[in-house]
């Protein structure tokens, strides 16, 4: 069920603070960038969307290879880990957009200093957030694969995947999304993201940070995503709720893209005064 994590946009004619982008993205799901990269592109930035640790295949390859062992044996502080060290090798700090579980590592990464600005798309919430625990058991439930072996990865049926992440979509639609995306998880790194790996101090001041929702996210209600908002109280901290998207929101059309695009020409106009 997971995604390359990591995208990085590069655009010569930002100022120093905002020279380079790297954005991470979900869990169960590959090639999530791809669309966002060819629109980033357009407006002149470098990108790049490394994937994670383990899940450098195809989704077919990937679900064929079950159960994985490497894939099986990710967690999400090494994930964190991962990407952490992928930014340091750049020699400016890059925005950072991740989705979901991304979301969740954008905040991770952006307490440790390591962005100029981060986007949040329809994330995990860290732990402590409000409301978030029962909602997300009980969603997670299968996918945490309690009483069973961490050893076998989780995989997403069709049946979860139309209600929590293609849904108000066609049959067809969600068939075909499933197939182009939908790979296996660890069961550590769900189970990780309920303790306190996945802890974020509210109170420390932090770079330029943008939250999202969608109303029609049956898989991260904008609830959740409003009541992480409403978490922090230090430096610039945005959200935005959106009318029309569903958690898969890389296979709508690209009104979150371009939204974050106009968000981060504000926040460069900002810091440029």
Same mark, same amino acid.
């Given at each position: 069920?997971?995604?390359?994590?990591?995208?990085?946009? $590069?655009?010569?004619?930002?100022?120093?603070?905002?020279?380079?982008?790297?954005?991470?993205?979900?869990?169960?799901?590959?090639?999530?960038?791809?669309?966002?990269?060819?629109?980033?592109?357009?407006?002149?930035?470098?990108?790049?969307?490394?994937?994670?640790?383990?899940?450098?295949?195809?989704?077919?390859?990937?679900?064929?290879?079950?159960?994985?062992?490497?894939?099986?044996?990710?967690?999400?502080?090494?994930?964190?880990?991962?990407?952490?060290?992928?930014?340091?090798?750049?020699?400016?700090?890059?925005?950072?957009?991740?989705?979901?579980?991304?979301?969740?590592?954008?905040?991770?990464?952006?307490?440790?200093?390591?962005?100029?600005?981060?986007?949040?798309? =329809?994330?995990?919430?860290?732990?402590?957030?409000?409301?978030?625990?029962?909602?997300?058991?009980?969603?997670?439930?299968?996918?945490?694969?309690?009483?069973?072996?961490t050893q076998e990865t989780y995989m997403i049926p069709f049946r979860k995947w139309k209600q929590?992440?293609?849904?108000?979509?066609?049959?067809?639609e969600q068939k075909a999304l499933f197939y182009k995306y939908a790979i296996p998880e660890s069961?550590?790194?769900?189970?990780?993201? $309920?303790?306190?790996?996945?802890?974020?101090?509210?109170?420390?001041?932090?770079?330029?940070?943008?939250?999202?929702?969608?109303?029609?996210?049956?898989?991260?209600?904008?609830?959740?995503?409003?009541?992480?908002?409403?978490?922090?109280?230090?430096?610039?901290?945005?959200?935005?709720?959106?009318?029309?998207?569903?958690?898969?929101?890389?296979?709508?059309?690209?009104?979150?893209?371009?939204?974050?695009? =106009?968000?981060?020409?504000?926040?460069?106009?900002?810091?440029?005064?």
């Amino acid at each position: 069920m997971a995604l390359p994590l990591t995208f990085f946009l $590069f655009k010569r004619a930002y100022v120093k603070r905002f020279a380079k982008i790297s954005c991470l993205h979900r869990r169960y799901i590959y090639h999530y960038w791809d669309e966002w990269k060819v629109y980033f592109e357009s407006k002149g930035y470098k990108c790049i969307a490394p994937a994670w640790p383990h899940k450098e295949a195809s989704p077919e390859e990937l679900r064929n290879t079950r159960p994985n062992d490497a894939i099986a044996s990710n967690r999400l502080a090494d994930l964190t880990d991962h990407f952490a060290s992928i930014v340091l090798e750049i020699p400016e700090k890059p925005i950072l957009i991740g989705h979901s579980l991304g979301g969740l590592i954008v905040q991770l990464l952006l307490q440790r200093g390591l962005g100029t600005a981060g986007v949040a798309l =329809h994330a995990f919430p860290p732990k402590g957030v409000t409301g978030s625990t029962f909602s997300l058991v009980k969603k997670l439930w299968e996918a945490r694969g309690l009483f069973t072996s961490t050893q076998e990865t989780y995989m997403i049926p069709f049946r979860k995947w139309k209600q929590a992440f293609a849904n108000g979509m066609s049959c067809e639609e969600q068939k075909a999304l499933f197939y182009k995306y939908a790979i296996p998880e660890s069961k550590r790194v769900i189970r990780d993201a $309920f303790k306190s790996t996945a802890k974020i101090d509210f109170e420390k001041p932090h770079a330029p940070l943008l939250l999202t929702s969608g109303i029609n996210d049956q898989m991260i209600p904008a609830s959740l995503n409003y009541n992480n908002y409403l978490h922090y109280t230090l430096s610039i901290t945005d959200y935005k709720e959106f009318k029309n998207s569903n958690h898969l929101v890389f296979d709508h059309p690209l009104e979150e893209a371009e939204y974050v695009f =106009h968000w981060l020409q504000e926040i460069q106009e900002f810091y440029q005064h």
